[in-house]
């Protein structure tokens, strides 16, 4: 989450997530406050710049749809059913259509929940249209993202709805919900603004497979129902665009062996990226994965059951974010699934492709040592294809404008320029899918790229000057007199700069450290690819040594807490006795065990915490909010509801509602036991009832 603090908008009273909102924010190290808008002003909070949530550095949006909807869904009669959901359709377009105006306005990152409909007055089928469409429009979004669950958090279905809140307050979830809602809604922000390792490497033995693969042999080694959850595990981070690699000290033939034995794994060899089989440190073979992928060792996260092995590539990779695993198959699966650093959130077509593509650049670098640059070149067959960018594009151009450092010749991670052009590759190997981006606009006589970017697996094979030839042919085809990159340093656009110093332009300064680099037309239209000692150092094996880099300290920071988080806050009641646990409440001589109750319910619920039994709970900061709060807390724990003339006074302190919860079970307790009287009495003849009187009378 952002620095500057948290809005959230809700339709219903959603002030309960605060506390769990900034219990996260403490936990992940993050500074800022969590403001609310005013109640069930969802749309114009939206709207409005000058909003909570538009002044907000992300913002949380929580919708029920029986609130958005007007009218009851009407059961049995088909025809007014379908009106109701008709509606809800309708409802969803103009959420999407505001969410989107309020992300793009604030730059920031929004997150939708979906919240369950109440069982008296809400409708399923409401509520599966309403979160169906939502997903449906934001799918890919890197902007919204959308909720339409607490998992993995959500607790048992009647843990969720609190009925007596709800009809009193409008507070409609039980505190335990509500941490569940917080915890999803803050995993996922994590997920938004936090950079995601793009490569899981784990290990073998106790870690894929329960033994020693090197002393039980291939057919010795265990993978049972946990250890296959796992497996599955591994499955949806390949699908999902991560790269899988294997780092074990083993032998690279028994390890093979089990996969060749095991055919009903959900990831084969195939799926595997790379792998380092064998007796050296790991920290070693990390370091050799990483040359062999390009990628520094901070896009790492590393998997491993073994205490020792965790503190080595721990003191020897200090970039890798390396995490122990538990020894138990159902914990280490658990484990994976609290394990934050795994969230992705938008997927691209390009990122479930990465795996082979990262194939492919193998064969095509066994090609290189094979011939003599020329003559890999003349052979690629390389098929570059440049055309406006559509919607189907928008995803994928957010993407490269984020993560595309070494060839992005202004730095810029926003486009904002008048047309946008992508660039799609293949070669004889395979298809390299979107992976260029320019973004232009026509100022005078000049057609101005404010963005000109290209993945570095495409680099060094003359893409960039196809690039750049396609920009010229435009100017002319408009005619245009030039064309001009923007360029400005970074610390790792090296590649950039010896692009442009290559080219027959001149340099005009503007602002500060930046600078257009302009061609005549007809120049830039002529530009070629010839492989040169600049191609031969990009496309050789010596690219392979880049020097990998520390992690952001942002990112350090929100990795700090993962294995507190993957092992201990793993559902809506461990959260709460952590919240619990960070405000705790001191302990009053002589006080009986429902005063020692009610103390404790204030000091979760109120800015200050009783330090006696005589404390007032409106001098303590209480207001109506949590006053409903506390109702529906000793309606659950103790049974009895509260009226709000014994509540609503001066002197409601912590002995006179403990004394006022005691007076109410009692009364309780006589009213059931009279009940329990008659009941008896109704289940005896004449003579039975007879009998009794006359004993009572002697």
């Known amino acids: 989450m952002n620095k500057i603090g948290l809005g959230v908008a809700a339709t219903f009273t959603a002030e309960p997530l605060g506390d769990a909102l900034r219990f996260w924010a403490a936990e992940l190290g993050v500074e800022g406050e969590v403001a609310f808008a005013p109640y069930d002003q969802v749309f114009p909070s939206l709207l409005d710049s000058g909003s909570v949530l538009g002044r907000a550095g992300a913002a949380v949006v929580l ?83 959308v909720l339409t669950s607490a998992e993995p958090y959500e607790p048992a279905p009647e843990a969720v709805h609190d009925a007596f809140a709800d009809r009193t307050g409008n507070v ?51 993978i049972g129902p946990e250890r296959m959850e796992i497996w599955r595990e591994l499955a949806r981070q390949v699908a999902a665009g991560r790269l899988l690699c294997l780092c074990s000290k083993n032998e690279e033939k028994d390890v093979r062996e089990v996969f060749a034995r095991h055919p009903e794994l959900p990831v084969g060899l195939d799926d595997v990226a790379a792998m380092r089989v064998g007796w050296e440190a790991k920290s070693q073979s990390l370091r050799s994965l990483a040359a062999e992928l390009d990628l520094g060792l901070d896009s790492f996260v590393f998997l491993d059951d073994s205490p020792v092995e965790c503190a080595e590539v721990r003191a020897g990779c200090p970039e890798v974010l390396t995490l122990r695993l538990p020894a138990g198959a159902a914990e280490a699966a658990a484990f994976l699934r609290h394990c934050w650093p795994l969230d992705l959130t938008a997927v691209t077509e390009a990122d479930r492709e990465r795996t082979r593509r990262y194939q492919e650049e193998r064969q095509r670098e066994q090609a290189r040592d094979e011939m003599s640059l020329a003559d890999f070149f003349a052979t690629l067959d390389l098929g570059v294809t440049i055309t406006p960018a559509g919607p189907e594009h928008e995803a994928r151009a957010a993407q490269l404008a984020e993560r595309t450092n070494q060839f992005n010749l202004s730095g810029v991670r926003r486009l904002d320029g008048d047309e946008k052009f992508v660039v799609d590759v ?84 503007y602002g500060e450290e930046a600078a257009w680099y302009v061609l005549d037309a007809g120049a830039a239209a002529a530009v070629v690819h010839v492989p040169g000692p600049a191609e031969e150092r990009a496309a050789g094996p010596a690219r392979t040594t880049r020097t990998t880099r520390i992690a952001e300290p942002a990112s350090s920071a929100g990795w700090a807490a993962v294995e507190r988080i993957a092992t201990r ?47 007032g709970f409106f001098q303590l900061g ?6 409903v709060q506390f109702m529906a807390r000793v309606r659950a724990e103790f049974g009895v509801e509260l009226p709000f003339d014994t509540l609503y006074t001066t002197s409601f302190t912590v002995a006179e509602v403990a004394k006022a919860i005691e007076e109410r079970q009692l009364a309780d307790t006589d009213d059931e036991e009279l009940a329990g009287l008659l009941d008896e009495l109704a289940g005896l003849s004449d003579e039975e009832i007879d009998a009794l009187l006359d004993s009572g009378n002697g």
């Open 569 to 615: 806050l793993t559902g809506a009641d461990a959260i709460l006795d952590a919240m619990r646990a960070a405000r705790p409440v001191a302990e009053v001589a002589g006080a009986s065990p429902v005063e020692a109750a009610v103390m404790r319910m204030w000091a979760e619920l109120l800015d200050v915490a009783p330090a006696s039994v005589s404390d």
């Open 172 to 222: 409609p979830y039980t505190d335990r919900y509500f941490a569940a809602l917080a915890a999803a809604a803050a995993r996922r922000l994590h997920a938004m603004t936090t950079p995601r390792p793009k490569v899981v490497a784990v290990d073998c033995d106790g870690t894929l497979w329960d033994g020693v693969v090197g002393e039980d042999g291939p057919d010795g080694v265990v």
């Open 63 to 145: 919708v029920r749809a029986e609130d958005l909807v007007a009218g009851d869904l009407v059961a049995g009669d088909s025809a007014a059913e379908q009106d109701g959901l008709d509606e809800v359709e309708a409802v969803a377009t103009d959420l999407a259509a505001a969410l989107r105006t309020s992300a793009r306005a604030s730059g920031t990152p929004h997150v939708l929940i979906v919240c369950p409909p109440s069982p008296e007055h809400g409708s399923p089928e409401a509520h599966a249209r309403l979160a169906s469409s939502l997903a449906r429009a934001f799918e890919g979004d890197r902007a919204v993202s």
């Open 426 to 509: 293949r070669d004889r190997f395979g298809d390299y899918g979107v992976v260029g981006l320019t973004d232009v606009r026509t100022e005078g006589d000049t057609l101005r790229a404010g963005a000109f970017l290209l993945s570095c697996r495409a680099l060094g094979r003359g893409v960039e000057h196809r690039m750049l030839a396609h920009l010229g042919a435009l100017a002319r085809e408009r005619g245009l007199a030039r064309v001009a990159l923007a360029f400005r340093a970074t610390e790792r656009n090296q590649p950039a700069r010896d692009f442009l110093a290559a080219l027959p332009a001149t340099v005009e300064p």
């Open 622 to 627: 209480g207001h109506s909010l949590r006053l």
